[in-house]
C-alpha cells in the first residue's frame, strides 16, 4: 500500500492535470469564426467543390481523415503533420500509410483561408469543415459544425498505431473502441456508414479473399458472385494497391452501404461483420438499409459527437497545417547542437 503522503500526491497530480486539461481544452461553438473569418465556412465548401470536380475519390478521402484524427488524441490537426528528424508522423501509422490521401486538397483550403484571415482558422477545423461538406456535395447531409478548435504541437505515430483499428476488425473489438470515446452501439454503425463513399485497397481483403482467420478459405460471410467479383479486382499474388468501391455507389453518400452488408456484399471485414457477426449491430444495419432518413439523423449525431473530442494539450493555429510553426527552428537547433 502506498504511504499517505504518496497518494496525496497522487492525487494532486490528477488534480494538477484536470486543470491542465480544462485550461487547455477550447469551447466549440457555432459560427465560431463570424467575426474573425466570416468567409472561411464558404472558403472551405468551394475548395472542396473543386475538389470534387477533380477526383470524386479525393471529398472521401477528406472525410476519412476526421476519423483518424480525432480518435488519436482528439480533433488537433496531428494527422495532417510530416514526419520530421525528431518525430514520427501519424501519417506512417499502420492504418494510415499508404492508405490516408488527399492532404493536398486540405493544403490547397488552408492557402485559401490563409489568403483571406491568415493565423486564424485552425487545421484541425479545416478536417471537420471539410469532412462535412464531403458527405454534402456526396449527395448526404448538411449540419452546422461547431468550431474552435486549436492544431497539436506534435503528432504521435505510436498513440495512432495503438487506437485505430485494424480492417480485421471484428464488431466486438469496435464496440469496444468506441465505447473509449463515449460512442454508442448505435454511433459505430451509424459512422461506419462513411464508407458508403470511396474505396480501400485489396491489401486490405487479401486475408478475407483467401485465408480468413487461418483457415485457408474465403470469408464464409460472403455472396459468392461478389467474391467472384473480388477474386477478379484482387488476384492472389496481384498489385494488392489496387483498389475498389467500399460500396456499390461509391461516389454518392446514401445507405446503399448498408443493403450491401445486409447482401453479404461488403468490402471490408470490418464492415461484414457488423451485419454478420454481433446481434446488436445487425439490427441497426437491417434499420439503416431500410430508412435511409434514420441513417441520416444517426450519422450526423454521430459525427457531431466525433468531432466534440478534444485535445487537452496545448495548441497554436499552424499556418501550414504540415509543420507546427516553430518545427524548422527546432529542427535548426537540433542540427546545431
Known sequence: MLPLRNISLFISLLCHASLLSSLFAKELELGYYSDTCPDAESIVREVMRRATVREPRSVASVMRLQFHDCFVNGC??????????????????????????????????????????????????????????????????????????????????????????SPRANATMLIDLFSRFNLTITDLVALSGSH???????????????NQSGSGRPDPNMDSKFRNK???????????????????????FDNQYFKDLVQLRGFLNSDQTLF??????????????????????????????????????????????????????????????
Open 76 to 165: 488537433d490537426g496531428s494527422v495532417l503533420m510530416d514526419e520530421t528528424e525528431t518525430m514520427l508522423g501519424e501519417k506512417e501509422a499502420l492504418s494510415n500509410i499508404n492508405s490516408l490521401r488527399s492532404f493536398e486538397v486540405i493544403d490547397e483550403i488552408k492557402e485559401a483561408l490563409e489568403e483571406n484571415c491568415p493565423g486564424v482558422v485552425s487545421c484541425a477545423d479545416i478536417i471537420i469543415m471539410a469532412s462535412r461538406d464531403a458527405v454534402a456535395l456526396s449527395g448526404g447531409p448538411y449540419w452546422n459544425v461547431k468550431l474552435g478548435r486549436e492544431d497539436s504541437l506534435y503528432a504521435s505515430q505510436d498513440d495512432s498505431n495503438d487506437i485505430m483499428p
Open 196 to 210: 458508403s463513399i470511396g474505396e480501400a485497397r485489396c491489401f486490405s481483403i487479401m486475408f478475407r479473399l483467401y
Open 276 to 337: 454478420s457477426d454481433n446481434i446488436r449491430t445487425r439490427k441497426l444495419v437491417k434499420k439503416f438499409s431500410t430508412d435511409q432518413e434514420v441513417f441520416f439523423k444517426a450519422f450526423i449525431k454521430g459525427m457531431v459527437k466525433m468531432g466534440d473530442l478534444q485535445s487537452n494539450r496545448k495548441g497554436e493555429i499552424r499556418r501550414n497545417c504540415r509543420v507546427a510553426n516553430n518545427q524548422r527552428e527546432d529542427d535548426f537547433l537540433i542540427r546545431v547542437f
Open 230 to 252: 473480388l477474386d477478379s479486382l484482387c488476384p492472389r499474388g496481384g498489385d494488392e494497391n489496387v483498389t475498389g468501391g467500399m460500396d456499390s455507389t461509391p461516389v454518392k
